[in-house]
C-alpha cells in the first residue's frame, strides 16, 4: 500500500529556476514529514523536515509548505543549482514508538546549465 | 559523533547463494535499525526495523531474513537469492524518542543476483 505519493517522477529545471516536488499522504496519524536527498550511489540524507503544527519552513534555498487539510506537502527549491541534481524523496511518520518512515517514490531531479 | 557501516559496497551472487549483509552503527546506544531495498523507480521499501536486540518486525514477506544479534548491529540474510532480490540495500538507524524522526543511512550495499 502505497500511503505517500510523490510527483514527479523527473523533474528537469534550468539554473537559477525553482524546482518544485509534491507529495500526498492518506494516513492522518503522520506527523513528521522529512525530505531526503540523495546523490548516486549514497544513502539518502536528511535535508529538511517540517511538523503539521506550522505551514511552511525555510532553510536557505529549501522550503517546505504544508497543507495539512488537504494532506498535501511540497519541495520548493529557490535558484537551483547544478549540484542541487540528486533524487529527493519525502517521507511521513507516525513516531508511534518505532519512528518507521515511509518514502515516497522519489524525484529524479536534474538541473541544467 | 554516530557512524553507520555498511558492507560490502557491491556484491554479485548467483541465484540460490546464500546472502549476508552486516551493517553496525557506532556513537551511540539502543538505537532503531532499519533495512530498506531501492529498486529504480520505486522509492525506498522497509524491508526490516528493529526497535532491540532479537526484535525483528517484517514489513513485507519476502526471501530475506533480519536478525539483531547485538544492540548495533544489523544483519540481512537470505539462504537462496533469486533474481528479484538485485536491488540497492541501504541499513538505517534512527534514535529512538520521541518528536523528530531522523534517519541516517549507510552507503548501501548494491546487490546484482545473477
Known amino acids: 500500500q502505497q500511503q505517500v505519493k510523490q510527483s514527479p517522477q523527473s523533474l528537469i529545471v534550468q539554473k537559477g529556476g525553482i524546482s518544485i516536488i509534491n507529495c500526498a499522504y492518506e494516513?492522518?496519524?503522520?506527523?513528521?514529514f522529512p525530505w531526503y536527498q540523495q546523490f548516486p550511489g549514497k544513502g539518502p540524507a536528511l535535508l529538511i523536515a517540517?511538523?503539521?503544527?506550522?505551514s511552511e519552513k525555510k532553510e536557505g534555498r529549501f522550503t517546505i509548505s504544508f497543507n495539512k487539510s488537504a494532506k498535501q506537502f511540497s519541495l520548493h527549491i529557490m535558484d537551483s543549482q547544478p549540484g542541487d541534481s540528486a533524487t529527493y524523496f519525502c517521507?511521513?511518520?507516525?513516531?508511534?514508538?518505532?519512528?518507521?518512515?515511509?518514502f515516497g517514490t522519489g524525484t529524479r531531479l536534474t538541473i541544467i546549465p | 559523533s554516530q557512524t553507520i557501516h555498511q558492507w560490502p559496497a557491491t556484491l554479485v551472487q548467483p541465484v540460490g547463494s546464500p546472502l549476508s549483509l552486516e551493517c553496525t552503527v557506532e556513537?551511540?546506544?539502543?538505537?532503531?535499525l532499519y533495512w530498506y531495498r531501492q529498486a529504480a523507480g520505486r522509492g525506498l521499501q522497509l524491508l526490516f526495523y528493529?526497535?532491540?536486540?532479537?526484535?525483528i518486525s517484517s514489513e513485507v514477506p519476502q526471501n530475506l531474513s533480519a536478525s539483531r544479534p547485538q544492540d548495533r548491529q544489523f544483519i540481512l540474510s537470505s539462504k537462496k537469492l533469486l533474481l528479484s532480490d538485485s536491488g540497492f540495500y541501504l541499513c538505517?538507524?534512527?534514535?529512538?524518542?520521541?518528536?523528530?524522526?531522523?534517519?541516517?543511512f549507510g552507503q548501501g550495499t548494491r546487490l546484482t543476483v545473477v
Open positions: 538505517a538507524w534512527s534514535v529512538r524518542r520521541t518528536g523528530n524522526t531522523e534517519a541516517f
Open positions: 494516513n492522518t496519524a503522520f506527523d513528521y
Open positions: 517540517i511538523r503539521p503544527d506550522v
Open positions: 517521507a511521513a511518520s507516525d513516531d508511534f514508538g518505532n519512528e518507521k518512515l515511509t
Open positions: 556513537g551511540t546506544s539502543n538505537p532503531n
Open positions: 528493529s526497535v532491540g536486540i532479537g526484535q
